[in-house]
C-alpha cells in the first residue's frame, strides 16, 4: 500500500488559504486604507505581478540548465523572508516603507504557488499517494472562513491585522513545508543527461500542439485576468452597488465555500473527464460569471457570482495544476508549473493595470466591459486549444 501525502499536504494548502486570503484578498483594502489611490494601487499589483513572472522566469533558465534545486527548501526561505518583513511593516508608518515592506510579502505569495504545485508533482512522481482535489478543499475551507473573520476583525480593529493575520500564516506555512520530511533531500536536477532527454522530448511535440498550449496559456491568463479584475477590485464592485466591507468579507467566503464540494469531487471528475474538459466547463462558468457581473445592479447579484466560483475558478486551479502533472515528467514539472504561474501573473497584472486604469479614469462600466471581453477571449482560446487535445492519448 502506498504512503499517503494528502493529509500532509492539506495542511500546506490549508496554510496558504489562510495566508492568501489575508495578504491577497484584503491587499487592495489595506493600500487604500494607508492613502493610496485606486490607479497606485493597481500600478502596486502590476509591479508585483511582472516581478513573478521576471522571477519565473529566473527560476525556470535554473532548471533548463540543470542545476540542483530543491522547491521546499526554496520556499522556506521564502516564508522566512516574508515573517521579517511584516514584522518591520508593523513598526513603519511612511509610504514608501509601507510600499516596500508590504509588497515583499505579497510577491513572494504569489511565487510561493509555484513551490507549492511542484511539490505535488514530486509526491506523485515518486511513488506516494495524493488526492489533489481533497487538499485544495483545505485551502478553500480556510479562505472562506478566514475572509469573513478576518472583515469582522479589521471593522472592529484596523486594517493593520491583515499584517498581523499575514504574518501569523506565513509561520504557519513555513511549518508545514518540515511535514513532508521524505522530500527534505530530493532535489530536481540533472541526473545524468536531462537536457538531451528534454531536447529529444521537444522533438516528439508537434509544432500544432506547441502553439495549442501557448493558445491555452493565453486562455489561462485571460480567466485569471477576469477573476481577478472582479477579486482585487471587488470592494469597487461592492461599493457601486450600495453594499460595504462586511459585504467584501462574505461574498469571498461564499466564493472560497462554493470551491470546497468540487475540490472535494475533483479526482473523480478529474478521472471521468479529464483536466481538458474540465478546464473547458470552467471557462463556459467564468462567462455566465462575467455575464450577471455585466448585468449587476444590488449585493445579490454579487452573491450569485461569488456561488459561482466554484465551476469557474475552483476548477481552473486544480485543473492546470494536474494537466501539467499528467503531461510532463518529473523533471518538467517544475519548469512547466513556473509556466503556468507566469501565465496567471500576466493575467492578473493585466487585471491590475487595466482595472485601476478604468476605473479611474473611464469609470465603472468600461471596468466591467473589459472584463467580460477578458473571459470571451479565454473561453475561445481554451475551446481552440483542446480542441484536438481532448482524447486522453492526446499529449502536448
Do not use: W
Not at 484584503?26 to 486604507?33: H, R, W
Not at 522571477?55 to 530543491?70: D, E, H, K, L, P
Not at 485571460?222 to 479584475?229: D, S, T
Not at 471557462?283 to 455585466?294: E, G, K, M, V, Y
Amino acid at each position: 500500500m502506498r504512503e499517503s501525502y494528502t493529509l500532509r499536504y492539506s495542511l500546506i494548502q490549508l496554510s496558504f488559504g489562510l495566508l492568501g486570503s489575508s495578504i491577497i484578498g484584503f491587499s487592495t483594502m489595506y493600500l487604500l486604507s494607508k492613502g493610496f489611490l485606486t490607479d497606485q494601487v493597481g500600478v502596486f499589483f502590476a509591479i508585483g505581478n511582472i516581478s513573478v513572472v521576471l522571477f519565473q522566469t529566473i527560476i525556470n533558465r535554473v532548471f533548463s540548465r540543470g542545476r540542483a534545486v530543491n522547491t521546499k527548501k526554496m520556499a522556506i526561505l521564502m516564508c522566512l523572508v516574508s515573517i521579517i518583513s511584516l514584522a518591520l511593516l508593523l513598526l513603519n508608518n511612511k509610504k514608501i516603507m509601507i510600499l516596500v515592506l508590504f509588497f515583499i510579502p505579497y510577491f513572494i505569495s504569489m511565487s510561493i504557488q509555484t513551490n507549492i504545485n511542484a511539490i505535488s508533482g514530486i509526491i506523485i512522481k515518486m511513488g506516494y499517494e495524493l488526492n489533489l482535489g481533497f487538499s485544495r478543499a483545505f485551502s478553500a475551507i480556510a479562505y472562506a472562513l478566514n475572509t469573513y473573520i478576518l472583515a469582522i476583525i479589521i471593522d472592529k480593529t484596523s486594517s493593520n491585522a491583515v499584517v498581523v493575520a499575514a504574518s501569523l500564516f506565513y509561520m504557519l506555512l513555513l511549518l508545514s513545508f518540515f511535514t513532508v520530511q521524505k522530500l527534505e533531500d530530493y532535489r530536481i536536477t540533472s541526473l545524468g543527461n536531462i537536457s538531451q532527454a528534454l531536447e529529444v522530448k521537444e522533438e516528439r511535440l508537434t509544432k500544432i500542439r506547441r502553439k495549442k498550449f501557448i493558445i491555452f496559456l493565453v486562455g489561462y491568463a485571460c480567466m485569471f485576468a477576469f477573476h481577478y479584475m472582479k477579486a482585487t477590485f471587488l470592494i469597487n464592485i461592492i461599493e457601486y452597488v450600495n453594499g460595504g466591507v462586511k459585504d467584501l468579507g462574505l461574498a469571498l467566503s461564499i466564493g472560497s465555500i462554493s470551491e470546497i464540494p468540487i475540490l472535494f469531487l475533483f479526482d473523480f471528475l478529474e478521472e471521468r473527464f479529464g483536466a481538458n474538459k474540465l478546464l473547458v466547463f470552467s471557462s463556459l462558468i467564468f462567462l455566465i460569471q462575467a455575464l450577471i457581473l455585466l448585468a449587476a445592479k444590488s449585493v445579490t447579484n454579487i452573491y450569485i457570482i461569488s456561488i459561482l466560483q466554484g465551476g469557474a475558478f475552483g476548477l481552473l486551479i486544480p485543473s492546470g495544476i494536474q494537466l501539467i502533472n499528467s503531461k510532463f515528467s518529473l523533471h518538467d514539472n517544475q519548469k512547466y508549473q513556473s509556466i503556468l504561474v507566469s501565465a496567471s501573473s500576466i493575467g492578473v497584472l493585466f487585471a491590475s493595470l487595466v482595472g485601476g486604469f478604468t476605473i479611474r479614469s473611464f469609470g465603472y462600466s468600461v471596468f466591467v466591459y473589459m472584463a467580460v471581453l477578458m473571459v470571451v477571449i479565454g473561453c475561445i482560446s481554451f475551446l481552440v486549444s483542446f480542441t484536438s487535445l481532448i482524447e486522453k492519448t492526446d499529449k502536448y
